[in-house]
């Protein structure tokens, strides 16, 4: 193993073992906010490998975080593991609803799951978001995409359950 794999886990381990104590401790929003925007910044990059530890810490000392379990999701689906995203997508929309973010994202995988009628749900909850929540969150084209998609996918299932 190389230095860097054996020093990230090293830390892993040390997260996890002290994870209950940061907890008890409290550590400050900062240490939150700090460790997102790191773990964003790799998952933007594509890095998910390098996110998906982060956003597993942030979860494990702030577990009310939707956005790390949002954040999370985007790395198991990027590795294909897509049952384990829509548990992490679930998780977000129940910490917070509101989330467009995890609301799309949780139709896309529920898509390629084959399941587009619940897609088609979960799109109708995005699109029912304040305007203004959407328009910040550049959803919109997204979400008229992956409803034109249920549809099409949800009128074919129908066709051969009729056949």
Not at 66 to 93: F, K, N, P, V
Not at 108 to 135: I, M, S
Request: net charge positive.
């Amino acid at each position: 193993m190389n230095r860097r794999g054996a020093s990230r886990g090293r830390v892993r381990r040390w997260l996890r073992d002290r994870a209950g104590l940061a907890a008890l401790l409290g550590l400050p929003a900062r240490d939150r906010e700090v460790l997102a925007w790191q773990a964003h910044r790799r998952l933007a990059r594509g890095a998910t490998g390098d996110a998906e530890p982060l956003y597993r810490a942030i979860l494990a000392l702030w577990p009310d975080s939707a956005e790390a379990a949002t954040g999370l999701g985007a790395c198991l689906q990027s590795r294909g593991d897509l049952a384990g995203a829509e548990a992490c997508y679930s998780d977000a929309i129940a910490l917070d609803p509101a989330s467009p973010f995890a609301l799309v994202d949780r139709a896309e995988v529920r898509l390629l799951l084959g399941r587009p009628l619940d897609a088609g749900r979960d799109l109708d909850l995005a699109a029912a978001l304040p305007p203004r929540l959407l328009r910040r969150s550049g959803l919109v084209p997204r979400i008229a995409d992956l409803k034109a998609i249920a549809r099409d996918r949800s009128a074919g299932a129908v066709v051969e359950s009729e056949g």
